[in-house]
């Protein structure tokens, strides 16, 4: 399987033209159009190339049922235009107006209790709703048709976040139709649900249910369909709505927005159905690993998008408003965070929103223009990075970051693993990712990520840091890779179910204990917070286990003390590692880094200071300093600086949240 095909893509460049792109939603139906010429003015002055209209206007476009008020955005398309301006043209299918939900009560999603989501917020539509995707198809039909030829429209952007879910009636039936499709039978059904235990075999489709309010835990295989029918249905709408807009532009890009690590959509399916992958990302400027965060999410960007370019679609320029408690970015940290996303292979870097709102519920949420105006330090910075990224842009744009590590990633996986009634309900998988991506990134080791199923002859090294659920192809496909020579290393929790959460025989795949040199899994011992496994040289952390070797491993690193004593903790066979526990951070990098050296991988440089990330893009190569204090990094050669056309000979010096793009 390989989810994308960029080839076959209506590629960013087209959009990007040698650019790397700068700009963001832009929410003008909130102002009078006084402050329209203002913006343009100001986005002039930012050197801003692209904004995204349209996100949230449909009670604007359809005030009543059939209505429509073009006439603004017409206005709008042609300042943008006339201004040198792209735009990003929204469907606005993400926010229903109330006259929907109070005519058509049936466009409204229930969750599990059977409690409606109102309309006053934003994203009440249910995706099962025949009313919904019939008005959610006719205003993106006539968006579509009015902007077709319209010479600002460059990129379309479907929906916004799509992350609904539906428990209610029509969900339920469409939940049905989608089960009678995957299994056929109600037999097969009864099988892979398990619905012998606790007396749940059905007798009728109509019987079967989304899962709600119950008394107990639910059934687990239920659980996991549901999460699939989820993203396979918003998949439909937003299939829907692309559909739409290629037959009025066939030539333009279509997109919609992930948010990082979002467990609501299957991303490697979604993402062969775009032409453009984009994210929104956040990282929390007070977390001390927010550049880690960016990194990984950068990184999933951009292997969802097949290696090639991506974009940010929304960051933010200042403070959120949705943490408890919200910081603004010190000085710097918006160029350099943003400079990070370009160095991993964003071809566009935009943001929630051009102007901060003085009204509704993000009105503490920053945007380019602050509430502190023109003057206002946050515009000044934006201003500064949009010049920086016009000048790097020619030199940047389209060009491709280099990995000789996949990191694999499954939603499946991830869903059945996320539930309740589990040995430790502290294992969060997305904890156990970030633990193993900050190990390698913090080596200063490129990393993409990849589906279990993707080719992966590419990578030298192939890194796990757990796959609950394995099917059979996903698991003969790893066995392949380490045949072929790969190194494979894997965390815990690994192969434990197949498809259906059906428990594999032994607790964990036969074929990947004999691939690890595992004769009995006996017992999982998870770890409580703050309790550790102690192992020889290290001590584990979250889990640990009680294995029995068949000792044909070649290397083992022992458990020391207590229950576990003398057990293997990590066994190596070959080319094939496996990691019984989570090694504390520093010797989980440890591991990783003498493991990527003898497959072969290099660090991007080194002997870097701490703080400092390397990335290459091509022959470019990026340095980005994360800490505060000055420092010099060593560079071998004579280079040239892009953002500042500076040479440096053997030494970079990077100030406090320094960057800099280096040619030799
Ligand atoms: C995103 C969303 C934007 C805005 C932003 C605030 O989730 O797409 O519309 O709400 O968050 O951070």
Redesign the pocket.
């Given at each position: 399987m390989n989810a994308s095909h960029p080839s076959q893509r209506r590629s960013l460049d087209a959009v990007t033209r040698g650019r790397v792109l700068f700009g963001g939603?832009y929410n003008p139906e909130q102002w009078p159009e006084e402050t329209w010429r203002e913006d343009v003015r100001l986005m002039r002055r930012a050197r801003v190339t692209s904004v995204t209209l349209g996100?949230f206007s449909w009670s604007t476009i359809e005030p009543e049922p059939g209505a429509r008020e073009f006439r603004w955005l017409d206005t709008l398309m042609d300042l943008m235009h006339d201004h040198g301006i792209d735009v990003v043209l929204a469907t606005p299918t993400a926010s229903p107006p109330p006259w929907m939900g109070r005519l058509h009560p049936d466009t409204l999603p229930r969750d599990a209790d059977g409690r409606t989501e109102w309309w006053g917020g934003r994203q009440h539509f249910s995706h099962s709703s025949a009313t919904y995707r019939r008005y959610a198809a006719a205003i993106t039909e006539d968006l579509a048709a009015r902007y077709a030829g319209h010479p600002a429209l460059t990129l379309w952007h479907i929906n916004?976040?799509y992350c609904t879910y539906d428990h209610g009636d029509e969900a339920a039936a469409a939940f049905r139709r989608w089960l009678r499709e995957r299994y056929g039978t109600l037999d097969a059904l009864n099988t892979a649900w398990g619905t012998a235990f606790w007396s749940q075999g059905y007798d009728t489709w109509d019987g079967v249910l989304p899962p709600r309010r119950a008394h107990y835990l639910t059934n687990p295989a239920q659980l996991l369909d549901f999460r699939r029918f989820t993203s396979d249905m918003l998949l439909e709408c937003f299939r829907a709505e692309r559909d739409i807009v290629r037959r009025h532009t066939p030539h333009l890009p279509v997109t919609t927005?992930f948010?990082p690590l979002w467990s609501g959509q299957d991303a490697w399916r979604w993402a062969g159905e775009e032409d453009v992958v984009s994210v929104?990302l956040?990282p929390d400027p007070r977390d001390p690993l927010g550049a880690q965060h960016g990194a990984l999410v950068q990184d999933m960007t951009r292997s969802q998008a097949g290696g090639g370019p991506w974009m940010l679609m929304?960051q933010?320029a200042g403070p959120?408003n949705?943490r408890g408690v919200n910081h603004p970015k010190p000085r710097g940290l918006n160029r350099l965070w943003s400079l990070q996303a370009v160095a991993r292979g964003a071809d566009a870097i935009h943001y929630?929103q051009w102007r901060q709102s003085r009204q509704g519920a993000?009105k503490f949420?920053s945007g380019m223009v602050s509430h502190a105006g023109e003057h206002g330090r946050t515009f000044q910075e934006v201003v500064e990075l949009g010049a920086d990224l016009a000048r790097i842009g020619p030199e940047v744009a389209g060009r491709r970051v280099g990995a000789d590590i996949a990191v694999l990633h499954d939603w499946d996986a991830w869903w059945a693993s996320a539930q309740d009634g589990r040995p430790s309900a502290r294992v969060d998988l997305p904890d156990v990712l970030h633990a193993w991506h900050r190990a390698l990134w913090e080596a200063h080791l490129t990393t993409d990520f990849a589906h279990p199923e993707h080719d992966l002859g590419g990578y030298r090294l192939v890194v796990v840091p757990q796959l609950y659920a394995l099917t059979d192809a996903a698991t003969d496909h790893l066995l392949a890779y380490v045949r072929a020579g790969g190194t494979l290393v894997s965390g815990f929790l690994t192969g434990v179910a197949d498809q259906d959460d059906r428990v594999r025989e032994g607790g964990m795949d036969a074929r990947l204990r004999a691939l690890f040199g595992i004769r009995t899994l006996h017992e999982w011992w998870p770890l409580e917070a703050g309790e550790t496994a102690p192992c020889d040289g290290f001590d584990g952390t979250l889990w640990s286990e009680e294995i029995e070797s068949d000792d044909t491993a070649d290397e083992t690193i022992p458990y020391v003390g207590g229950e576990l004593d003398g057990l293997p903790a990590v066994l190596r066979r070959g080319r094939a590692w496996y990691l019984s526990t989570l090694p504390e951070p520093d010797a989980l990098r440890a591991l990783l880094t003498r493991i990527a050296t003898d497959a072969g991988v290099r660090p991007v440089l080194a002997g870097l200071p701490a703080d400092v990330e390397a990335v290459r893009r091509g022959d470019l190569l990026f340095l980005l300093h994360h800490g505060r204090e000055p420092v010099v990094v060593d560079v071998p050669g004579t280079h040239h600086d892009l953002l500042t056309g500076t040479a440096h000979t053997d030494r970079v010096p990077l100030g406090r949240y320094g960057a800099v793009v280096l040619r030799s």
């Open positions: 939603d996100v916004n976040e927005n948010m929104d956040y929304e933010a959120v949705w929630f993000e949420h």
